[in-house]
């Protein structure tokens, strides 16, 4: 059990950019989610994929943001034409299907948008 | 909607004292989880100590227990014997129970900064 890894840890960008953001969850979870995370605010949840499948979306996943997870292992967070309200902490976190279900999270990506 | 209330945005324990961070919550289900998260400064989140709704007795994980009252919709962590590895921001989380698949998203409350003085 490596934990969960997250790729970069830090990003600058401009505004207008594609950034792309990985997670690599534990290997036996395939419960894989992302939040958002603001400066003095607790994480918000963004999307959620059970193996391969994309099963919830948040109202906060603009149409500039893609989640995949192709073969159900790692997964990708694409945000497109970036903002500067982009800006945050992205964290990934990963649960197994039974049992308490409690999540175990990355170290995130802190993206800045300039 | 599940909303997560922390209502001390800081506190501040001497080293070896006792301190207790406040949470309460709102739902209308009966079952769901309740979790506390450690965020240190430039570190990973991790898990504190988990309570679920249908058990009665209190959770401890060694220094770390909480005093659940499910009429009263609340859930405050103490930390007793504080250490200075135990300053960090500290979060409550919801999680309704899983039933036939659903998403079992984490809904956080805004945190509580908690310093240490040695």
């Known amino acids: 059990d490596t934990g969960v890894s997250q790729d970069p840890r830090h990003k600058i960008t401009k505004r207008g950019q594609n950034v792309t953001f990985r997670c690599d969850p534990i290997?036996?979870?395939?419960?894989l989610y992302w939040y958002r995370q603001t400066l003095g605010q607790g994480p918000e949840f963004l999307t959620y994929f059970q193996n391969e499948a994309q099963l919830e979306k948040s109202r906060l996943l603009s149409d500039r943001f893609s989640a995949e997870r192709p073969k159900g292992s790692f997964s990708t967070l694409e945000i497109q034409r970036t903002e500067q309200g982009d800006s945050a902490m992205y964290l990934c976190a990963s649960s197994s299907y039974t049992g308490p279900l409690t999540q175990y999270f990355g170290p995130g990506t802190r993206l800045l948008v300039l | 909607a599940q909303t997560v209330t922390q209502s001390q945005p800081e506190m501040s324990v001497q080293e070896a004292e006792t301190v207790t961070l406040s949470c309460t919550y709102d739902t209308s289900e009966s079952d769901y989880y309740l979790f506390w998260y450690k965020q240190p400064p430039s570190r990973q989140m991790i898990l504190v100590i988990r309570q679920e709704a249908y058990k009665q007795q209190n959770a401890t994980e060694n220094r770390f227990s909480v005093n659940f009252q499910k009429a009263a919709k609340s859930f405050s962590l103490k930390i007793s014997d504080s250490q200075l590895g135990d300053a960090a921001m500290y979060f409550c989380a919801y999680r309704r129970h899983i039933y036939g698949g659903s998403q079992g998203n984490l809904i956080f409350g805004k945190g509580t900064k908690l310093s240490v003085k040695p």
């Open positions: 290997s036996e979870h395939n419960r």
